[in-house]
């Protein structure tokens, strides 16, 4: 019984067994491929030293490459037979229309992008893999279809920034610097019940303007998204705060002429805009209750659950 079980394991791992030089190939691409996001999380999270010709970094990427290649050789059976069923699953969403090859490669080369442009990369990876807190109550609680929000968002665009001409590209976007404006200059800060975590539907915040972090961002997002703008929210462990989508890098220099030369000047004399870049590419600015001005200082750089309402 015992022999004719080794037999039959013996005889997976012959199945599951690639062919020399494949097996080596296949194990250094997928080397490089996880080489290259761990170099860029190490990269900025260590002291630069200004070795000649960057060498400390060269020597870097070549230890990672090592220690990585020595790992995946002595997984090497079990990684090819998840890579072959991973293929087999990328086979099939390429013909059905799916989540396929070229979806791997486009959400691959975002997310090198956004790492390489972003000084926590870790956080990136983080935000996928964390869940979001309270993810269904805040869904149901940005009630951006609800009238009173809807009216809300009108007025306050009818209020603020009305007259501004010659921005037709970014009209949404500041009719949401409008609903932004007039939200910041109400909130009243106040803290959930001791030991309950209270969340509160955008139509109620909107009788008083008053409560704690989520339930600003619920109202953000809700208002936002009412009149046709993206609004995420940011999960930063003990905060919650929104950001609205305002397009790419070239977007942004217009975005930040227009904050600081035309719609915040005062408020935002003298300083800097904060924004986060997405693994799409995508410029996302703050919106939290503590900044006088889109694109204030955030409260914390940590990123642990990003919840997009596009």
């Known amino acids: 019984m015992i022999k004719a079980k080794n037999i039959s394991i013996q005889n997976i791992r012959q199945q599951l067994q690639v062919k020399k030089p494949w097996d080596d190939v296949i194990i250094f691409v997928l080397n490089i491929l996880i080489a290259v996001p761990v170099f860029i999380i190490i990269h900025q999270n260590i002291i630069t030293t200004d070795w000649f010709f960057n060498v400390d970094r060269i020597l870097l990427f070549l230890l990672i490459l090592v220690i990585i290649q020595l790992v995946l050789r002595i997984l090497r059976t079990i990684i090819i037979a998840c890579i072959g069923l991973y293929l087999t699953a990328l086979v099939f969403g390429s013909f059905s229309g799916n989540y396929g090859f070229s979806s791997v490669f486009e959400d691959y080369r975002y997310m090198v992008y956004s790492m390489s442009d972003n000084p926590h990369p870790q956080d990136l990876i983080l935000s996928k893999l964390l869940p979001f807190p309270n993810k269904s109550k805040i869904l149901n609680a940005i009630e951006y279809e609800n009238q009173k929000v809807r009216d809300f968002s009108l007025m306050a665009t009818s209020k603020n920034f009305k007259h501004l001409r010659g921005y037709p590209k ?122 006088t001005y889109p694109g204030g200082p955030f409260m914390s750089e940590e990123i642990l659950g990003a919840l997009t309402l596009d």
């Not at 609903?179 to 915040?205: C, H, L, M, Q, T």
């Not at 619920?218 to 009412?226: E, G, P, R």
């Not at 905060?239 to 030369?261: A, C, F, M, R, W």
């Open 170 to 291: 970014y009209r949404t976007v500041i009719q949401c610097f409008a609903i932004f404006k007039e939200i910041n200059s109400r909130w009243n800060y106040v803290n959930d019940p001791k030991g309950r975590e209270y969340i509160a539907k955008a139509s109620e915040s909107l009788l008083y303007f008053s409560g704690d972090c989520d339930d600003h961002s619920i109202l953000m997002a809700a208002c936002v998204k009412s009149i046709g703008g993206t609004p995420r929210l940011i999960h930063t462990g003990g905060h919650i705060y929104p950001e609205i989508l305002i397009g790419n890098h070239t977007d942004l220099e217009t975005i930040n002429y227009l904050v600081k030369k035309v719609l915040f000047e005062q408020e935002s004399k003298g300083k800097k805009i904060h924004y986060h870049i997405d693994e799409r590419g995508q410029v996302w600015l703050n919106l939290d209750y503590t900044a």
